[in-house]
């Protein structure tokens, strides 16, 4: 691990359904992480996340690269972790903007960063290269989808490689 906190890990994660949260708790448990739910000061409803309704807040915030939805909290101390992974839906292709709040929000430098996702039929590499773009100042690592494996034994993989 690199960086300038104690070692310790975090996996910080937002889920509009349950499916991330539940990769994001068998990835800090299998890490020995905190785990932070990036919480949207303005929870999203079902007519929020209709996908097929051009209206709706997560189309409309898909559309405009500017928004950042309001996060609820932050992390307490960032300072204190070394590794962060950071976790979410795939919407469109890419992370959802509450993600590009938090990274955006919060001091990465110097910290490894692993993103994983879940998806219902995108891949991670268009997220990933929109992260490293809103936070570059971190130590990025591959990232992975987790819709189907097994979280833990790939968070055991990654930690064994050297983060």
């Known amino acids: 691990m690199?960086?300038?906190g104690t070692g310790k890990r975090l996996v910080a994660y937002f889920s509009a359904s349950g499916v991330t949260a539940?990769?994001?708790?068998?990835?800090?448990q299998a890490a020995g992480a905190d785990l932070f739910e990036i919480v949207p000061e303005e929870p999203y409803t079902t007519a929020d996340l209709d996908w097929?309704?051009?209206r709706s807040r997560?189309?409309?915030?898909?559309?405009?690269?500017?928004?950042?939805?309001a996060v609820a909290s932050a992390v307490g101390d960032m300072g204190a972790y070394d590794t962060v992974f950071v976790g979410f839906p795939i919407w469109w292709g890419h992370e959802p903007?509450?993600?590009d709040t938090f990274l955006e929000r919060s001091d990465f430098s110097g910290k490894t960063v692993?993103?994983?996702?879940?998806?219902g039929?995108?891949?991670i590499e268009k997220a990933e290269r929109?992260?490293?773009?809103?936070?570059?100042?971190?130590?990025?690592k591959k990232g992975k989808l987790l819709n189907h494996m097994d979280a833990a034994a790939w968070t055991k993989s990654v930690l064994n490689s050297g983060c």
Not at 58 to 69: G, T
């Open 2 to 4: 690199t960086g300038n």
């Open 22 to 28: 539940r990769a994001a708790r068998a990835l800090a």
């Open 52 to 54: 097929r309704n051009r």
């Open 58 to 69: 997560s189309s409309l915030e898909e559309r405009d690269p500017s928004v950042r939805p």
């Open 97 to 99: 903007a509450i993600v």
């Open 114 to 119: 692993i993103p994983f996702a879940t998806s």
């Open 121 to 123: 039929g995108s891949g």
């Open 130 to 140: 929109s992260l490293k773009s809103h936070c570059p100042q971190a130590n990025w």
